[in-house]
């Protein structure tokens, strides 16, 4: 039950974000449209980030916590759905830098951009560990290697989390300083509540790593204090 609740609790944050951005988009920043020169090519920035992190990124982060799957098999998912949010970031990068150079705004000036550097970053460095050190698809580092590297990985997809939220929502803040809505009107209010739904998500995705305890398949075992399964080893 507490998985279950951890779940719903999750997809209720994620989603309502998504739903808020794109509220927003639609309601107030002028729809998305790729185009040169055209202001509303911006608007996929946000969008495409908060599916990168919030959704595609957030799902896998809480596979292993979640998902009643042999340990190989949430081991994949969660490297598929990283390196599925690393591509949807990079289009999203590629949305704002492309915006700004059209309309000669300057690049990577700000704290928001600074904090997006960072979070993209770590992002590709977990990929890029995660593939090299941990996949089977053909010889790969040894056992001692990935035993000492997890803690690292787990700690630095917990990190990864935390700046991905203070990231979006510096973003959040900076978008409102530009617009400047009138104070207390539904624009505004717009920006502040997309703002308190990527706190609830990161929180959400935090309570789960740190209190919901690893959800295993039918077969699972202990045996003297060692967790064993039929399904790999859960150091792979």
């Given at each position: 039950m507490k998985h279950l609740l951890s779940l719903v609790?999750?997809?209720?944050?994620?989603?309502?974000?998504?739903?808020?951005?794109?509220?927003?988009?639609?309601?107030?920043a002028g729809g998305m449209k790729w185009e040169y020169k055209n202001r509303s090519k911006f608007n996929y920035h946000p969008l495409l980030m908060i599916i990168a992190f919030v959704i595609v990124m957030g799902h896998a982060v809480i596979t292993f916590r979640i998902l009643p799957l042999a340990h190989r098999t949430k081991k994949y998912i969660h490297g598929t759905l990283n390196l599925v949010a690393a591509i949807v970031a990079t289009v999203g990068l590629v949305a704002v830098i492309q915006f700004h150079n059209e309309f000669n705004i300057p690049n990577f000036y700000s704290l928001h951009s600074w904090l997006g550097l960072v979070t993209l970053s770590m992002l590709y460095l977990q990929v890029l560990a995660g593939f090299g050190i941990f996949q089977d698809l053909f010889e790969g580092a040894g056992r001692e290697v990935r035993a000492a590297y997890k803690p690292w990985h787990v700690?630095?997809?917990?990190?990864?989390?935390?700046?991905?939220?203070?990231?979006?929502?510096?973003?959040?803040?900076?978008?409102?300083?530009?617009?400047?809505?009138?104070?207390?009107?539904?624009?505004?209010?717009?920006?502040?509540?997309?703002?308190?739904?990527?706190?609830?998500?990161?929180?959400?995705?935090?309570?789960?790593?740190?209190?919901?305890?690893?959800?295993?398949?039918?077969?699972?075992?202990?045996?003297t204090g060692q967790a064993v399964t039929r399904y790999g080893d859960e150091t792979n």
């Open positions: 609790a999750f997809e209720i944050s994620a989603l309502l974000t998504l739903a808020l951005v794109i509220y927003w988009i639609e309601q107030y700690v630095a997809g917990i990190c990864m989390v935390t700046f991905a939220a203070c990231t979006m929502t510096t973003g959040v803040q900076e978008k409102y300083g530009f617009t400047n809505p009138e104070k207390f009107s539904a624009h505004a209010y717009a920006f502040n509540f997309l703002g308190l739904s990527i706190f609830l998500w990161v929180a959400t995705v935090i309570w789960i790593l740190i209190a919901v305890e690893k959800r295993e398949p039918e077969g699972y075992e202990a045996i």
